[in-house]
């Protein structure tokens, strides 16, 4: 299933980026989807989930205010809006189709992924 992210880079502690998540192939309002973060070394983390119908969400802990996910359905696109932003979000970010909240140990990225930085 084809995702490309982008919207990555640099930043400063504070500030903001937006990730999108282009799909291809089908329909992101048929799917239920996620964005997942992989940290330098380390494992897997959901960081958010919208179901299908775009009306139920969930986050981490903790990006908890500080992120929203959205979609446009007519650019059949996923975004995340990360503000405040902390040194502890740098990571690889993902967008994966379904939901990866109770099955984030078996995740593994079909796409590219987009690295955020956060520098203080």
């Known amino acids: 299933v084809p995702l490309v992210e982008s919207g990555g880079g640099s930043v400063q502690t504070g500030g903001s980026l937006r990730l999108s998540c282009a799909a291809s192939?089908?329909?992101?309002?048929?799917?239920?989807m996620s964005w997942v973060r992989q940290f330098p070394g380390k494992g897997f983390e959901l960081v958010s989930f919208m179901d299908a119908s775009g009306t139920w969400v969930a986050y981490a802990d903790s990006v908890k205010g500080r992120f929203v996910i959205s979609r446009d359905n007519a650019k059949n696109t996923l975004s995340l809006q990360m503000n405040r932003l902390k040194l502890e979000d740098s990571a690889v970010y993902y967008c994966?189709?379904?939901?990866?909240?109770?099955?984030?140990?078996?995740?593994?990225?079909r796409s590219q992924g987009t690295q955020v930085t956060v520098s203080s």
């Open positions: 192939g089908f329909a992101i309002s048929s799917r239920a």
């Open positions: 994966a189709t379904g939901d990866w909240r109770t099955a984030i140990s078996t995740f593994s990225p």
